[in-house]
């Protein structure tokens, strides 16, 4: 059964960035559409980003990383990652990984999640 794990959280200046690895464990992450959510606090979960299995050709992204967030997979290493930029307190939040078989924005599609890893964006 398909276990995700999320990595490469961490504290970040205003202004720097990060790069998220989520990761597969006891199968394959290859036919998996993947999506990116993250829970700032005191918030509920936010759909951050999202991309679809296989080729990975589409991808798509809330309106509030636009062009700072670009996400990507490596099926040869079985990793999709988050790289994050021109980061801001605003990001600060647990970033969680999840599969499913669409790339959507809502976390009702997604079969899978992972733990989350904690990003701190602070000065």
């Known amino acids: 059964q398909l276990q995700l794990v999320e990595s490469g959280g961490g504290l970040v200046q205003p202004g720097g960035s990060l790069r998220l690895s989520c990761a597969a464990s006891r199968s394959t992450l290859y036919s998996y559409a993947i999506g990116w959510f993250r829970q700032a606090p005191g918030k509920g979960r936010a759909w951050v980003s999202c991309?679809?299995?296989?080729?990975?050709?589409?991808?798509r992204y809330a309106d509030s990383v636009k062009g700072r967030f670009t996400i990507s997979r490596d099926n040869a290493k079985d990793t999709v990652y988050l790289e994050m930029s021109s980061l801001t307190p605003e990001d600060t939040a647990i970033y969680s990984c999840?599969?499913?078989?669409?790339?959507?924005?809502?976390?009702?599609?997604?079969?899978?999640w992972g733990q989350g890893t904690q990003v701190t964006v602070s000065s």
């Open positions: 999840a599969a499913g078989w669409d790339c959507s924005n809502l976390g009702s599609d997604y079969d899978r």
């Open positions: 991309i679809n299995g296989r080729g990975g050709s589409n991808t």
